[in-house]
């Protein structure tokens, strides 16, 4: 959700928002746009009320000057033509069009949703992880719009995120110790980056908490070949391990340093052209790209290989679980907490695993070693494990040369399964 300062701010943002998105289509044929929607009657221009409160909006459009009513009139008639409803700014019809727009936010069909006033106050969508703020904010005004986001959904949202185009520090911190105690700041702000990064110290609770890089460390350390984990109490110790760096990196992709951190393992160091590129997308100078370079996060194999031995250990632990066994086991798993959900929020589709199979073979790479990629990727995966032999029989079996895109080999991967199904 993105909330702004007036109805001539969200006009200005969905149009910008429109033109980009077209702009891109033209240039990509596989571009997915974004499905943006605004909704606003009228609240007064933050110049009117500049205390940070948030003006109550209705479902009475009359007070709209005529521009404002035909952008969101425009702005409705693409939303109908999406989504095939029949709404408008005229009485019940404006009713109508905020109850669908809500459930479709919910629904998450609704990728952005642009307001001023309304959607700021009361409702409720556990699935809204992010709220964008472009207008001053203060005090109980401010409360009501950071709650939009506090819902918990599952494990991959443990906390919902802010991202403010305007100093709001401040009046974050007010707000929060107005309605709150001493503590109540400690709880409710995340910590910063270089703190999930190197370890701090709670300030509630005074229990030193361990940084990422650190945890990292440990598991390269202590299981440097995740293949050769063997007794169960190597299991259970990696198991735990892996779940807390797990965790961690929930957290840290929330922040860009991270997201920025992860891109530079993509590029290839040795082309200043992709090094260049890099710097301008990620607003990089040449001081903080070498600091970059310092930091050294496992390469991605590794993390798949990882990914791979926790499936296996899981499996191989249900099914320990479920065997009537004479031998009780000697490790207790009852405090061991497998991070299914965190799995799956990182999880890999069948489509991704065959562009892979696409792009391995446009870059000439043998069978043989697009084979074990695609192995290592596939037992990394909750979801495609059971696959593997398919997709490796498939590649075996096909002339993918004669395949010229993604969406023929995608194609032919299906023929090939339901081949293999009435076999």
Do not use: C
């Amino acid at each position: 959700m993105l909330a702004v300062s007036s109805v001539d701010a969200a006009k200005a943002y969905y149009a910008t928002f429109k033109r980009l998105q077209e702009e891109a289509a033209n240039k990509s044929a596989t571009y997915k746009p974004l499905r943006v929607a605004t909704i606003f009657s009228f609240a007064a221009n933050e110049e009117q009320n500049a205390i940070g409160e948030i003006s109550d909006e209705t479902f009475d459009t009359s007070a709209m000057d005529s521009s404002a009513k035909e952008f969101l009139d425009a702005a409705i008639r693409e939303y109908n033509s999406y989504f095939k409803t029949n709404f408008s700014t005229d009485g019940n019809g404006f009713q109508n069009y905020y109850r669908d727009l809500a459930q479709r936010v919910k629904n998450q069909d609704i990728d952005l949703l642009i307001v001023v006033g309304m959607f700021l106050t009361g409702f409720d969508a556990p699935t809204l992880n992010t709220l964008f703020v472009d207008k001053n904010l203060r005090f109980h005004g401010l409360m009501q719009a950071f709650s939009r986001t506090n819902r918990i959904y599952d494990a991959t949202k443990t906390f919902g995120n802010i991202v403010t185009f305007r100093d709001l520090e401040r009046s974050t911190i007010d707000a929060i110790t107005l309605f709150g105690d001493k503590n109540t700041k400690n709880v409710v702000l995340e910590k910063s980056y270089a703190e999930y990064m190197e370890g701090f110290t709670d300030a509630a609770t005074g229990e030193a908490k361990r940084g990422f890089m650190t945890v990292v460390s440990e598991l390269e350390q202590r299981f440097p070949d995740p293949a050769s984990i063997e007794s169960e109490k190597e299991k259970k110790d990696f198991v735990k391990l892996f779940g807390e760096y797990l965790r961690a990196e929930n957290i840290l992709q929330n922040y860009d340093e991270f997201a920025t951190l992860k891109a530079l393992q993509q590029i290839d160091l040795s082309d200043p052209v992709a090094v260049e590129k890099f710097k301008e997308e990620h607003y990089v100078d040449d001081e903080k790209f070498a600091e970059l370079q310092t930091i050294r996060l496992p390469a991605e194999r590794k993390i798949q290989d990882y990914r791979s031995a926790y499936n296996d250990i899981r499996d191989w632990q249900r099914r320990e679980k479920e065997a009537d066994k004479k031998e009780k086991s000697t490790t207790d798993w009852d405090d061991v907490v497998f991070e299914v959900d965190l799995l799956k929020s990182q999880e890999i589709n069948l489509d991704y695993i065959l562009g892979l199979i696409f792009e391995h073979n446009r870059q000439n790479k043998g069978k043989g070693e697009m084979t074990e990629e695609v192995k290592r990727l596939i037992r990394s995966s909750l979801g495609n494990r059971a696959k593997e032999g398919l997709v490796v029989d498939f590649i075996q079996q096909t002339n993918l040369d004669d395949l010229p895109d993604k969406a023929s080999i995608i194609d032919a991967f299906f023929t090939f399964a339901q081949r293999e199904q009435q076999r």
